[in-house]
């Protein structure tokens, strides 16, 4: 069995004695001299009196540290901030900035300006790879100037005229060397290099424009692509006409509606100056002259011509067809019946007789 040693005066006593058999002081593992607990209380006490003091001092000696840097930071960061602050607010002052507001009046400026930069700088770069293109417009449109500066063309020639500018002489034999690219594929081909003539008034007074000979005359106001065309076709289509004019009034009549229907078809357009291909003229209403075919006649083979493509044929139907069938027309003495030749031809050159013949008889 375990004993009990009391600590007072050492007696040796049995596990369940509370007190000492001897000396009568309390034994057991709990038990502390009330002495030694005294003076055991008192000893914590004075560590933790000690030890608190000291902490305290540390905090209020940090704190202070740390206030002290603060302090000596904030007179640098004063020095560092202040000075260049004022003199920003100075440089603001003096340029006319007072306030926020005109601090952000200027930053929206700036914006906008940047955003036309940037615009600016995307036309820049269309136009940069573009330029090669443009350049080679620049030549092609200096080349053709000059050209036109020395009043000489493969295709025409224009007699010296105060009357029209260099961009409509442009425009006119730019024209024309289509057109004579057109006829080349159809197989024709102008006869000579006609003068073209531009007027306020024309010889011939009662017309706008007309040819005679090698010499194309066209009013001023008239000086447009369809009209000089349509004379220039005359150089190509027209035939000697034997005897008496007037009597080829129906051989007039054909060829000038050729020369209206193949401007349209060249220009992709049924109007030609004052002339609209749409309108329908009944060929029977043509006067039996040679103005007189090819003036309303002119109109009225035209607009028939005009209905062909439209109505039922596309252009590369139609138009090889017209061209094979005014070959077959031969000016003679006496002469032939143009009409019904030119129709059958362009039965014989693909167009059927039924749309051939409707078209003639309904206008």
């Given at each position: 069995?375990?004993?009990l040693v009391?600590?007072n005066c050492?007696?040796?006593?049995?596990?369940?004695?509370?007190?000492?058999?001897?000396?009568g002081?309390?034994v057991?593992?709990?038990?502390?001299?009330?002495?030694?607990?005294?003076?055991?209380?008192?000893?914590?006490?004075?560590?933790l009196?000690?030890?608190?003091?000291s902490?305290?001092?540390?905090?209020?000696?940090?704190?202070?540290?740390?206030?002290?840097?603060?302090?000596?930071?904030?007179?640098?960061?004063?020095?560092?901030?202040?000075?260049?602050?004022?003199?920003?607010?100075?440089?603001?002052?003096?340029?006319?900035?007072?306030?926020?507001?005109?601090?952000?009046?200027?930053?929206?400026q700036?914006?906008?300006?940047?955003?036309?930069?940037?615009?600016?700088?995307?036309?820049?770069t269309?136009?940069?790879?573009?330029?090669p293109?443009?350049?080679?417009?620049?030549?092609?449109?200096?080349?053709?100037?000059?050209?036109?500066?020395?009043?000489?063309s493969?295709?025409?020639?224009?007699?010296p005229?105060?009357?029209l500018?260099?961009?409509?002489?442009?425009?006119?034999?730019?024209?024309?060397?289509h057109?004579?690219?057109?006829?080349k594929?159809?197989?024709?081909a102008?006869?000579s290099?006609?003068?073209?003539?531009?007027?306020?008034?024309l010889?011939?007074?009662?017309?706008?424009?007309?040819?005679?000979g090698?010499?194309?005359y066209?009013?001023?106001?008239?000086?447009?692509p369809?009209?000089?065309?349509?004379?220039?076709s005359?150089?190509?289509l027209?035939?000697?006409?034997?005897?008496?004019?007037?009597?080829?009034?129906?051989y007039?009549?054909?060829?000038?509606?050729?020369?209206?229907?193949?401007?349209?078809?060249?220009?992709?357009?049924p109007?030609?100056?004052?002339?609209?291909?749409?309108?329908?003229v009944?060929?029977a209403?043509?006067?039996h002259?040679?103005?007189?075919?090819?003036?309303?006649?002119?109109?009225?083979?035209?607009?028939?011509m005009?209905?062909?493509?439209?109505?039922?044929?596309?252009?590369?139907?139609?138009?090889?067809?017209?061209?094979?069938?005014?070959?077959?027309?031969?000016?003679?003495?006496?002469?032939?019946?143009?009409?019904?030749?030119f129709?059958?031809?362009?039965?014989?050159?693909?167009?059927?007789?039924?749309?051939?013949?409707?078209?003639?008889?309904?206008p």
């Open positions: 069995m375990a004993r009391c600590a050492h007696t040796e006593n049995t596990e369940d004695t509370r007190f000492c058999k001897k000396c002081k309390r057991g593992d709990d038990y502390i001299d009330p002495d030694l607990e005294q003076r055991l209380y008192e000893r914590i006490e004075t560590r009196t000690n030890k608190w003091i902490k305290e001092t540390v905090e209020k000696d940090m704190a202070l540290n740390a206030a002290t840097r603060l302090s000596e930071w904030a007179k640098l960061f004063a020095i560092a901030f202040g000075v260049p602050a004022t003199i920003a607010v100075g440089i603001l002052a003096f340029v006319g900035v007072k306030s926020t507001t005109d601090l952000a009046s200027i930053e929206g700036t914006a906008a300006f940047k955003k036309t930069a940037n615009d600016v700088e995307a036309q820049y269309l136009l940069k790879d573009k330029l293109q443009l350049n080679q417009i620049a030549t092609s449109l200096r080349g053709l100037e000059d050209r036109v500066g020395s009043i000489e493969a295709v025409a020639k224009f007699s005229s105060s009357l500018n260099n961009s409509t002489q442009v425009q006119l034999i730019t024209a024309l060397e057109y004579t690219k057109y006829l594929e159809l197989g024709l102008p006869k290099v006609p003068t073209i003539h531009v007027h306020t008034q010889p011939r007074a009662e017309y706008d424009a007309y040819m005679e090698d010499d194309i066209v009013k001023l106001d008239h000086a447009n369809a009209k000089v065309i349509h004379e220039f005359h150089n190509v027209l035939s000697p006409v034997p005897g008496d004019k007037d009597l080829q009034w129906s007039s009549a054909i060829e000038a509606g050729v020369a209206n229907y193949l401007t349209a078809d060249s220009i992709n357009s109007l030609l100056d004052s002339v609209n291909l749409i309108e329908r009944p060929i209403a043509t006067r002259t040679w103005v007189g075919g090819q003036s309303e006649g002119g109109m009225a083979w035209g607009s028939y005009w209905a062909l493509r439209e109505d039922k044929y596309t252009s590369a139907k139609a138009t090889p067809a017209i061209v094979q069938a005014f070959r077959k027309l031969k000016p003679s003495t006496p002469p032939q019946d143009y009409q019904d030749i129709l059958k031809e362009l039965v014989a050159a693909g167009l059927d007789s039924a749309t051939v013949n409707r078209l003639l008889a309904n």
